[in-house]
């Protein structure tokens, strides 16, 4: 079966840093870009960035370029999402999902990370 | 970027009523990067469309998906109870992604 697990949630206070993780199982992890997606509190999806596991190309929402930094561990067969300084607003949801390669719509997801970023 | 806009905002429908669900590009799409996902509360979205017509594997025959251009449209033909949900547009184009703001469907 085809799984993105994610990791636990996570409290931090606003200028601290932070990496989330995503690591699939069931398949041939390379064969699939990772995409991240943000969803904040009682509102809609947000395309944050996706990575190809494969070669690392990555691509950024222009919303989030120069805000997160996608990654992955091939032998590791997980991807991370990273911040430097987390500001209040980075509060959410953060869901990573496949993305088959040729297609582009994301089939499998996982459960998503609760990162809340308080004082 | 090309911006998604869903309507209606929220659909209020009884079990068996038909649900049609529109979204609007802000320029032409290539129907082949089009998607559509359902969201329940608490849960991750899941993939029904794809293709803008194509239905995801496990994923019932009352859900399709049609369109072209600018305009496409989700299709519920017999609403369920388990139905309730948001659905969310999806995007790709320009090398980016872009997702509608969601359509919340009630059951009455």
């Known amino acids: 079966e085809v799984q993105l697990v994610q990791s636990g949630a996570e409290v931090r206070k606003p200028g601290e840093s932070l990496r989330i993780s995503c690591e699939g199982s069931g398949y041939s992890f390379t064969n699939y870009w990772i995409a991240w997606v943000r969803q904040m509190p009682g509102k809609g999806l947000e395309w944050v960035g996706i990575i190809n596991p494969a070669d690392s190309e990555t691509r950024y929402s222009p919303s989030f370029q120069g805000q997160v930094t996608i990654s992955v561990d091939k032998s590791l067969s997980t991807a991370y999402l990273q911040w430097r300084s987390l500001k209040a607003s980075d509060t959410a949801i953060y869901y990573c999902?496949?993305?088959?390669?040729?297609?582009?719509?994301?089939?499998?997801w996982g459960k998503g990370t609760t990162v809340i970023v308080s004082s | 970027e090309i911006v998604l806009t869903q309507s209606p905002g929220t659909l209020s429908l009884s079990p068996g009523e038909r649900a049609t669900l529109s979204c609007r590009a802000s320029q032409s799409v290539n129907a082949q990067y089009y998607a559509w996902y359902q969201q329940k509360p608490g849960q991750a979205p899941r993939l029904l469309i794809y293709?803008?017509?194509t239905r995801a594997p496990g994923i019932p025959e009352r859900f399709s998906g049609s369109g072209f251009g600018t305009d496409y449209t989700l299709t519920i033909s017999r609403l369920e109870p388990e139905d309730s949900a948001v659905y969310y547009c999806q995007q790709y184009g320009s090398s980016s992604w872009t997702f509608g703001q969601g359509t919340k469907v009630e059951i009455k």
């Open positions: 293709g803008a017509s």
């Open positions: 999902a496949t993305r088959p390669n040729f297609y582009y719509y994301l089939d499998v």
